[in-house]
């Protein structure tokens, strides 16, 4: 059986939930605050598909992420240290440095 939820302002139904939008909003702290989230409708128009975006203030380069297996952009970390890794280090470097990410 599917479960309805709201993710990111669209209601959606998944086979396989692992995460509360509490820990959804948990990965998104650990992100640049530039974060924006979208949709992108399939091509049979039966399906949603939901991406992230980062855009900094000024735009020098655009790096759109295609992740494999276990690496998307919601895998973000932090270490006792404070600092971050994963998407969330990637997404920081590339803002800092004006590359907008897909």
């Not at 948990?26 to 949603?48: F, N, V």
């Not at 919601?74 to 470097?93: D, I």
Request: aromatic share 8%.
């Amino acid at each position: 059986k599917m479960t309805v939820i709201e993710l990111y302002g669209k209601e959606v139904d998944l086979d396989c939930v692992n995460a509360t939008p509490a820990d959804l909003e948990a990965i998104d702290d650990l992100l640049p605050g530039l974060i924006q989230h979208g949709w992108i409708k399939s091509a049979d128009g039966q399906r949603w598909t939901h991406y992230r975006k980062y855009i900094p203030p000024k735009v020098k380069a655009v790096l759109v992420y295609q992740h494999g297996i276990q690496g998307h952009s919601g895998v973000a970390h932090k270490l006792a240290s404070g600092r971050v890794t994963n998407f969330a280090l990637l997404s920081k470097e590339c803002i800092e440095r004006g590359i907008a990410i897909y």
